[in-house]
């Protein structure tokens, strides 16, 4: 089956446009699912009964509903291929129910929490600036990280007030920035940027103190760093902010479409759990302040 599943993650990342990321996880979830079945399975030899001892092995290994389901979704998407391909004559998937779950809110910080992490103690180091830049970037479009630290100097328009990002799908969109973030993007462009880039020269907005484009790994270390600094308690994330910026523009009366734009998402179904935020904390604010509540 390893080479089905070659011909597979070669499918969505050439045919189907995946983005490298999305194609790694299918990658994962398959290669696992594999050891699980082991030597001697073809494509047409798996049976629904397969499928659902599969999802008991997992559940019986502590796996959330939630990454259970995604883990069925990678197997169909993958025994749905063999079938148009072809290879086999049936999916063993078709008749399989995706794990029922709690959907999960999103972490979403107060605006007084933002105003504190935006402001958190800053030197004038080339590093601060460049982080106080990337947060502010950050609250003011609602990017995600992977689009963060792979933005490019042309992709910004600082004059004009917007950025073009590449996201999920390889799908450019266009991004207002806003007042602060450009004062902050202007500021590292201006007084941080050469001091990082040394010698070298590189495409990337921002850099690392070796001139190197930055990972996730190391954007999540320093909100961490940031959140400590700030006083904030919640287990916050580079997503954190991303949730933040759609649950505040609800808030203050963004509609549902313009918010779905600009965080790139396909279908507005995703844009949606932002409006359960706003009604959940609508809910808190009443039980804590009205007399009856």
């Known amino acids: 089956m390893d080479s089905f599943v070659d011909l597979f993650l070669s499918y969505l990342l050439v045919e189907k446009g995946a983005a490298a990321n999305t194609v790694a996880s299918y990658g994962r979830d398959l290669a696992r699912y594999l050891r699980f079945l082991g030597e001697g399975k073809g494509p047409g030899g798996v049976t629904p009964t397969d499928i659902a001892s599969y999802l008991a092995r997992l559940n019986d ?26 290879y086999c004559d049936t999916n063993p998937t078709s008749i399989i129910e995706a794990p029922k779950g709690v959907h ?27 982080d106080k830049a990337m947060l502010e970037l950050l609250y003011a479009t609602g990017l995600r990280v992977s689009e963060l630290v792979g933005l490019k100097l042309s992709e910004v328009n600082l004059s004009a007030g917007y950025l073009m990002t590449i996201g999920k799908g390889d799908k450019e ?28 020269a590189s495409t990337l907005l921002f850099l690392t103190r070796l001139g190197d484009g930055m990972t996730r790994q ?40 313009s918010v779905q734009i600009m965080l790139g998402h396909a279908d507005l179904s995703s ?23």
């Not at 107060?110 to 004038?124: Q, Y």
Request: aromatic share 6%; glycine share 6%; hydrophobic share 40%.
């Open 218 to 257: 190391s954007f999540w270390n320093i909100i961490k760093k940031r959140a400590l600094q700030a006083g904030i308690l919640k287990n916050i994330s580079p997503h954190t902010l991303r949730h933040s910026f759609a649950t505040h523009l609800l808030e203050n009366g963004a509609d549902l479409r």
């Open 173 to 200: 969109r266009l991004v207002p920035l806003g007042e602060s973030a450009c004062r902050a993007v202007s500021r590292y462009l201006v007084e941080a940027r050469e001091d990082l880039l040394k010698e070298g």
């Open 104 to 130: 999960k809110l999103p972490i979403v910080l107060s605006g007084r929490e933002v105003e504190a992490l935006l402001s958190s103690p800053l030197d004038t180091g080339a590093g601060e600036l460049r």
């Open 61 to 86: 290994e502590g796996i959330a509903p939630r990454s259970r389901a995604r883990a069925l979704s990678a197997l169909r998407m993958f025994h749905r291929f063999l079938v148009t391909e072809g």
């Open 271 to 293: 844009t949606q759990i932002y409006t359960h935020v706003t009604r959940e904390r609508l809910k808190r604010l009443h039980a804590d302040f009205h007399p009856r509540g």
